[in-house]
């Protein structure tokens, strides 16, 4: 077992912290959990509080970004107790992300234990209005004093915590996509599997043209032919054509979304026919025309379920469901919600209690 020391901070900011208006990634908890990696293992796992840290200008992942991160959250019950929400999921994506990016895995226990002491210290700072959460961020990167382009010795394993408002303050609020044009996000063979900052990095600029037209996000297609979908960079998409629940292959340039496994579980649960497979831009615009096209939606943890009511192609603008919420995403939102708050079964074994 691992052993994690713990410092608790002399003053909490909690009575500063102005929990009905939360907005996301803004507020950050009292504590923070860190372990550095040298001589081959994880040493010194400790929690301390919340504060800056100090590296020279010559650290590693400022120039090169050798680094991954993940996204979960912490729910509080109907029954006052804490949920994580298929915390092993994202320590199985974590190491797999750090494969790709040449840094060493975190052993299970480690992480688990981590996030399990953060959370119970912070207890306090997990929302309990219904639709609020505690937004958990673990990340690692390389800490090597050295501007040589190699794989760095030494890393940092952080993990922090920010209460988080609803994503939508008045119930699911479908989004406007656009197609990505000329830009990429990934290629095959690329980082686009990882959860990494270089996916972020390559699609910021695109989303800045996107907003300025109107649009909420990009939709990404695939970079060799520009013609399937891929996903929306911060959510997987899927589509419900003629009642069966269509998502883009997991093939090395998508992230492999934790929600959308949820998804796909519950949806081949409730008996829903399910195709993992490539769908084109063209196949989306010509199953609006013909009205086979029923809903459309992106799924990641921050919204969990997010309506897509309009996808501008080129010219070409298609509305889906009049830009209303679906049933099926409805239905999708609330039972997964409901597992997390703890108010439906939990028949998946899905959450962990701290
Ligand atoms: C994190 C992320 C998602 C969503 O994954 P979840 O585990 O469902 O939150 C989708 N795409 C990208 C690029 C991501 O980084």
New binding site residues.
């Given amino acids: 077992m691992t052993k994690i020391k713990i410092k608790k901070t002399k003053k909490s900011r909690i009575k500063e912290t102005d929990f009905d208006h939360l907005e996301f990634g803004e507020q950050f908890s009292d504590h923070m959990f860190i372990t550095e990696y040298g001589d081959g293992t994880w040493n010194d796992p400790r929690i301390i509080p919340f504060g800056k840290l100090s590296f020279l200008p010559s650290l590693t992942v400022l120039h090169y970004g050798q680094a991954v991160f993940e996204?979960l959250k912490a729910y509080l019950t109907a029954n006052g107790g804490v949920n994580l929400f298929r915390a092993d999921k994202n320590h199985e994506?974590l190491n797999m992300s750090c494969e790709r990016l040449c840094i060493p895995p975190v052993p299970l226990d480690l992480f688990m234990e981590a996030l399990k002491k953060l959370v119970a210290i912070d207890r306090a700072w997990i929302p309990n209005k219904r639709g609020n959460s505690l937004y958990i961020r673990p990340f690692i990167f390389a800490t090597d004093d050295y501007i040589g382009v190699r794989v760095s010795k030494t890393y940092a394993f952080i993990i922090f915590t920010s209460p988080v408002g609803a994503y939508y303050k008045e119930g699911l609020n479908p989004v406007k996509l656009i197609t990505s044009g000329g830009y990429s996000r990934a290629v095959i063979g690329g980082l686009g599997e990882a959860?990494t900052p270089a996916?972020y990095a390559a699609s910021l600029l695109p989303a800045e043209e996107a907003k300025k037209q109107g649009f909420t996000q990009v939709l990404w297609l695939d970079a060799i032919e520009k013609k399937y979908i891929e996903?929306?960079?911060?959510?997987?998409i899927m589509f419900l054509i003629n009642d069966v629940l269509i998502t883009p292959p997991l093939e090395g340039s998508i992230?492999g979304?934790?929600?959308?496994d949820t998804v796909l579980t519950l949806a081949s649960h409730w008996g829903v026919k399910i195709e993992e497979r490539r769908i084109s831009i063209e196949e989306v615009i010509e199953k609006a025309k013909s009205g086979a096209l029923q809903e459309v939606f992106g799924?990641?943890?921050?919204a969990v379920i997010s309506p897509v009511g309009w996808i501008q192609h080129m010219e070409e603008m298609v509305t889906i469901n009049k830009g209303g919420i679906g049933h099926f995403s409805q239905r999708l939102y609330d039972e997964i919600t409901g597992i997390q708050y703890g108010e439906k079964p939990d028949i998946f074994g899905w959450c962990y209690q701290v």
């Fill in positions: 996204g994506r959860k996916n996903e929306v960079g911060t959510m997987n992230l979304g934790i929600t959308r799924t990641g943890t921050a």
